[in-house]
């Protein structure tokens, strides 16, 4: 008696070794996958077998990593000093009540307030200034997409025919707006100068430094002025946005580097907030060479060109001081999120490491039924 072997792989489709639908002649088409590792899934695979011996660890090793990291940040967060103050002007006892309640978009003219206010402690180092804005939607889809980035660019095009993403304030009067879009036309303009008043009564204004507010990507990279020398005929068939008071072109009088597209102001605000209730960087106090502090204790005085209105959506707005660190500016939420999460971490590693040790040794010596 002959044994006849057999190979499943030469099997096609039900049919045997020597049969074929082309007569017995010619190469089979198998359509099973290759016997190997790769197409059979026998590939080795790691099972891990979650034991006492190799969980506890994990969880003491992260608990005792992310508490002292989240301590150093929180103590760090905690060391930078910051001093706030609200000049919404809602309530009658504000310096700024009466400019809240009298704000017209109409009017040429800004209204000033003067808010007073102490130092306890001299602030060191450079000094970052920032305006504050609460309930204020920066994240809102439609203000998100109300602007075009290739007019922003100084594309020439983009200039006399915006995207119809800006609408509705993409034109006026028939004349491009520039630049177009929400976010511009909602663009912060209150003014603020800071002041140190000596103990007879006299004034010495701060010097506040305008450049370098921006992100360096965005005022070298993203944003660029039209062709052409000069601003004014540059953007010479265009308006400027509805609630702006000076064309795009005159942002600041005060340095011609610093105007069109490029101004940094305008740059800072285009960069929306995710939150709505946001801080942008308005201004820096650099520290002066040899001097003690930037900001001794003593009294101050902010003077307020109020041009922005909040009022209307229930909004405020604040003045910052803060200094930095190597982690930026004041945000104990990092800190307070590894503490958290060692924590927890730890106490689960504590509470696993009873229930093995109570019921550990019951489990492992339990037989397991056939």
Known sequence: MMASSYNAKEEVDGHHPGSSNHGGTGPINSKKPDNT?????????WQPILTAGTVLPAFFVIGLIFIPIGIGLYVT??????????????????????????FSWNSTTPCFCTVNFTLQQPFENNIYMYYGLSNFYQNHRRYVKSRDDKQLNGDSKALEEPSSDCEPYRKSGGAPVAPCGAIANSLFNDTLDLSYVETNGT??????????????????????????????????????????RRPVYELDPSNPDNNGFINEDLIVWMRTAALPTFRKLYRIIPKKSGAVSTLPSGSYSLRIAYNYPVLSFDGRKRMILSTISWMGGKNPFLGIAYITVGSICFFLGIVLLIINHKYGNRSSSAEIPN
């Open 203 to 244: 004034s010495t204004p701060i010097e506040l430094q305008k450049s370098g507010i921006a992100w360096w990507t965005d005022k070298h990279v993203k944003f660029k002025n039209p062709p052409g020398s000069n601003l004014s005929v540059a953007f010479q068939n265009t308006v400027k946005p509805v609630n702006w």
């Open 77 to 102: 967060s905690n060391n930078i000093k910051e001093f706030e103050i609200d000049y919404t002007g809602a309530e009658p006892n504000s310096p700024c009540y009466v400019c809240a309640q009298n």
């Open 37 to 45: 590792a790769f197409k059979q899934q026998r590939l080795p695979a």
